[in-house]
């Protein structure tokens, strides 16, 4: 009786040891609506035997969550923003990760060629053709707003050719889609992105246009209860050459989403 007493212990000491080793990270819409961070959180997760839970948040909201100490990691695409976050001391390390581009999306009727982002934003806003904002601060929202400004424009807020919809990626595109509008979006969305039809690439390969994605390490001193170790241990692995060849054979629709440049 005494021994399985002490096998039943055991065993719920096992899974309360186990429950508790996960970790958390807060990412972009970007990452989650490819399926990029599920698939190789769960190369991560069997490999370590470690949980790792995903946050789908905007840049903006996903750096909040990390000041507040509620994330061990943060996966997002604002290189000013993540600069400033560890300036401030609420992160032990930063490292780029990945890349991809943004794209201007518009109308299927749009047929002019782009030779300058600039030249498009200023079109937009003297013909005064819809535009979706995904007015988030997501990391494709403050590069939307910089473009404006490249562009010596002020961010059209109050026109009504202006919809801020505080949306994600994938509904952002949705919404522009039904109304055949111009947005802005990273390039693996809009390849993962499926109701399309009205819509088309109308600005790309262009050097505003460039995405770098960035890991940070957030400081456990804002929370004694971040699993820092298991942290350190993720951040290891996705920089490591196993991760590069995961992150760089991934596809969709045969396309490649994202390119590894940790170096």
Known sequence: MIRVFLIFILIFLFKNAFANKYITIASTTSTHDTGLLEYINKKF???YQTKVRALSLGTGQAIKVAMDGN?????????????EFMNNGYGILRHDL???????????????TCSSIENKMIEIKKSKFLFVSRGDE????????????????????EENWYLSV?????STLLIANQKNAYTLSDRSTWIAFN??????????????????????LVNNKLNNNLNIEEAKKYIDWITSEEAKKLIN???????????????
């Open 45 to 47: 997760e069997n490999k």
């Open 71 to 83: 994330v061990e990691i943060l996966l997002v695409h604002h290189r000013k923003s993540e600069l």
């Open 98 to 112: 990945m890349y991809n581009d943004f794209v201007l999306i518009g109308p299927k009727k749009d047929k002019k």
């Open 138 to 157: 997501s990391g494709t929202h403050k590069k939307e707003k910089e473009l404006w400004e490249l562009s010596n424009i002020r961010v059209p807020f």
């Open 166 to 170: 505080g949306q994600g990626m994938g």
């Open 195 to 216: 109701k399309k039809e009205n819509l088309q690439i109308v600005c790309e390969n262009l050097p505003p246009l460039f995405n770098q994605y960035g890991i940070i």
């Open 249 to 263: 054979n991934y596809r969709v629709n045969g396309k490649q989403l994202f390119f590894f440049n940790h170096n």
